[in-house]
């Protein structure tokens, strides 16, 4: 015989896991509407990373600004410099480091 209590825990389980799963995928999506990003939000859409990115803010490479300490971007202009700069990422060849 099926005990009840069992097959009660095993679906609150699978409750369980599948609302993880939605809270998870909404906490890493970025909302397509929004027009201004912060630096986590433009690392996740451009899939470099937030150390890069700062580097390249510093570099004045990417199209950025600040308000107080903090660094914003816009969606428009971060993909459009993106695909202007795609060129350089396909065709970048990693650095080797002269022999000391």
Same mark, same amino acid.
């Given at each position: 015989?099926?005990?009840?209590?069992?097959?009660?825990?095993? +679906?609150?389980?699978?409750? $369980?896991?599948?609302?993880?799963?939605?809270?998870? %995928?909404?906490?890493?999506?970025?909302?397509?509407? $929004?027009?201004?990003?912060?630096?986590?939000?433009?690392? =996740?859409?451009?899939?470099? %990373?937030?150390?890069?990115?700062?580097?390249?803010?510093?570099?004045?490479?990417?199209?950025?600004?600040? &308000?107080?300490?903090?660094?914003?971007? +816009?969606?428009? &202009?971060?993909?459009?410099?993106?695909?202007? +700069?795609?060129?350089?990422?396909?065709? %970048? =060849?990693?650095?080797?480091? $002269? %022999?000391?």
């Amino acid at each position: 015989m099926i005990n009840p209590y069992e097959v009660l825990a095993n +679906e609150l389980a699978t409750i $369980k896991e599948l609302i993880f799963e939605v809270l998870h %995928a909404q906490k890493c999506a970025i909302n397509p509407d $929004k027009d201004i990003l912060n630096i986590s939000e433009a690392s =996740k859409l451009t899939s470099i %990373a937030t150390k890069t990115i700062y580097n390249f803010t510093s570099l004045n490479t990417i199209p950025y600004f600040k &308000k107080g300490r903090r660094l914003y971007f +816009e969606r428009e &202009k971060l993909l459009a410099w993106l695909v202007s +700069e795609r060129d350089t990422f396909v065709n %970048a =060849k990693p650095q080797k480091q $002269k %022999a000391k």
